[in-house]
């Protein structure tokens, strides 16, 4: 099983960064990145989500396959992942019709 996930993990590493690099304007890449996830990797059944604004988040995330796992909106920094198998994950946080999204491993 540990072959399986890493081998998944190395071809969802090398997709990631097989990205074409496209550059942000002057005006949003002078704004520093407000998104922080933590803890990362997660070992407890929450994880802290905080923002620029800290308001309403829709949270989304996806296993390695693209498939949803849990969508959630919450009004805190607190997102409870107890639902989780360990694994590695996509998180995407929308905010204020801004998307930021994150890497997140549940061990």
Do not use: C, W
């Not at 070992?43 to 923002?51: K, L, M, P, S, W």
């Amino acid at each position: 099983m540990k072959i399986f996930y890493t081998l998944l993990f190395m071809v969802f590493s090398m997709a990631i960064s097989a990205q074409e690099f496209v550059e942000e304007p002057e005006d949003r890449a002078a704004e520093p990145n407000t998104f922080k996830l933590y803890p990362n990797p997660a070992y407890q059944e929450v994880v802290y989500i905080t923002t620029k604004h800290n308001g309403v988040k829709d949270v989304i995330i996806y296993d390695v396959f693209g498939t949803i796992v849990l969508q959630d909106r919450i009004k805190t920094s607190l997102l409870n992942i107890s639902k989780l198998a360990p694994g590695v994950y996509v998180l995407q946080v929308t905010e204020n019709r801004e998307s930021m999204t994150r890497k997140l491993v549940v061990k």
